[in-house]
């Protein structure tokens, strides 16, 4: 016990300190980027520059947005591709208001549960072909560019078919995630080819192509979004998909389509959060963020005891409901309206404890992830929340007929308990964990924002909220801040939590504050490397500007014009 207390010491008194400032939170590693006429915020410095590119050059925040994501499927193929899925937030300046795109995938209508079953399978596999649920990306661009963009496609992806044939040099945090991912998924045909030149991942600083990518993004920027779903592009993966002992068909691809969805909020003391409805995991923000206003977290401070104490409890509250009702809306009656109102988390909240951390709490009965996440705006007042994922990592591993990029292992979510509405069914879509992330005042945009990191999402979307909200913090500290991840098995796919779970601190919290924590219940364990992918942009109604934020986790930029 000495020992690990001693480590536990040496772990927290380690700062999570940037080098002096003369203004602001020591733990901020910058000061925001401030600019008139757009701003984009996104995980990789080439990225942002495109989508400023596209801006200039007369497009708007959603052809920014689409182009910045096709930049990134190619220079952070770590985290998102064309072989994933999307789903966007859009503030559009005409009509004053919030849009919903769920471009998410849906499983082969050839599997079902029974073969699991059969085959004596009990969790669908994380990686190769039973994993791949299909694409829902490029049909989620084209729904974008339709309803909402300037551009023609042609101009929007020109600039990743430019990077893909002519060459990028790899960031330092996407070349370590290329190389640890490779060693996993090189044994999968076709991936070594593309993703490892000369039999490795590409190190930090080196140029890499992908000929293959920018064949297919110049297929589909001419050929539109048919030219995915309904031609050569969905023939070849289904081709390999079946050859690897999968199961998409052409009916799969040819019946895809994304939906148009009203976002859902809770006002938190004066401000509208916004999350997008199941099959994602965002009402988990909004249930979160009602039991603390219960609370006075202003009084607790950043950092305290009973303020992560309080946080994490509410989580566990939440992820119960989590783990049982999110699903496909389209297959079950889901009570969301209840899971996020006032009144059910007044009556939820009395189940935690201000002394002592829960082992278990039941799921409420209410009335009837690595990923990319970026963020635009322009000049007229647009602006996209967008987050894109293969999920794992790059993904299932399977990489195509030379296409250049590697299908998701979405299908991975979903539960083989056939009791569960999570449960696998044909062409269904799988309980998802990326969400985009909005906030407005009185009726007028304030922040898009996002977090990647799986379970870490809605978890990340609460603190950065209560960051700005509660204590104050601009836009780069509430990114920069140091971060708590509570985790447990209370997910769609797994076993009831029965042990109250671990608390993940990173360093930048006092040790005093750990040993209260310990003494409340909590196992309390330092870790890194799942914390990161924060970007934000917010506007300021008053002096006509926008902010933005990208944080120091990754190899991203926040800039504007």
Sequence with gaps: MKTFLTTIFLIFTIQLIAQDRITGQTFATRSEVIAQHGMACTSQPLATQAALDILKAGGNAIDAAIAANAVLGLVEPTGNGMGGDLFAIVWDAKTQKLYGLNASGRSPY????????????????????????????????????????KLPMTDILKPAITYASEGFPVTEVIAYYWNSNSKVLEKYNGFKEIFMPNGKAPAKGEVFKNPYLAATLEKVAKGGRDAFYKGEIAQKIVDYVRAEGGFLSMRDFQDHHSDWIEPVSTNYRGYDVW??????????VLQILNVLENYDIKAMGFGSADYIHTFVEAKKLAFEDRAKFYADPEFNKLPIKGLISKEYARERNKLISPNRAAKVYPPGNPEHGNTIY????????????????????????????KLGFILQDRGEMFSLD?????????????????????????????ISFGLMGGSMQ??????????????????????DAPRICHEGSSEPT??????????????????????????????????????????????????KVYYGASESRKDGQAAGY
């Design 110 to 149: 050839d599997l079902n549960l029974q073969y699991f079953i059969d085959h004596g399978i009990t969790k669908v596999p994380s990686l190769g072909p039973l994993s791949v649920s299909v694409p829902g990306c490029v049909d989620g661009w084209f729904e974008l560019n339709k309803k909402f963009g």
């Design 275 to 284: 999350e997008l409805p199941p099959n994602g995991q965002g009402i988990a």
């Design 374 to 401: 970026l963020t635009t705006a322009d000049k007229d007042g647009n602006m996209v929340s967008l987050i894109q994922s293969n999920y794992r990592g790059m993904g299932s591993g399977m990489t195509p007929g």
């Design 418 to 446: 056939p009791n569960h509405m999570n449960k696998f069914e044909p062409h269904k879509r799988p309980f998802h964990t990326i969400i985009p992330a909005f906030i407005t005042k009185d009726g007028k945009p304030f």
């Design 458 to 479: 809605p978890q990340g979307h609460v603190q950065i909220v209560v960051n700005l909200i509660d204590f104050g913090m601009n836009l780069q500290e509430a990114g």
């Design 494 to 543: 797994d076993e009831k939590m029965t042990d109250g779970g671990i608390v993940y601190l990173e360093s930048g919290f006092d040790y005093g504050t750990v040993r209260k924590l310990l003494g409340k219940g909590h196992a309390i364990q330092y870790t890194n490397g799942i914390y990161g992918g924060y970007q934000a942009i917010m506007w300021d109604d008053k002096n």
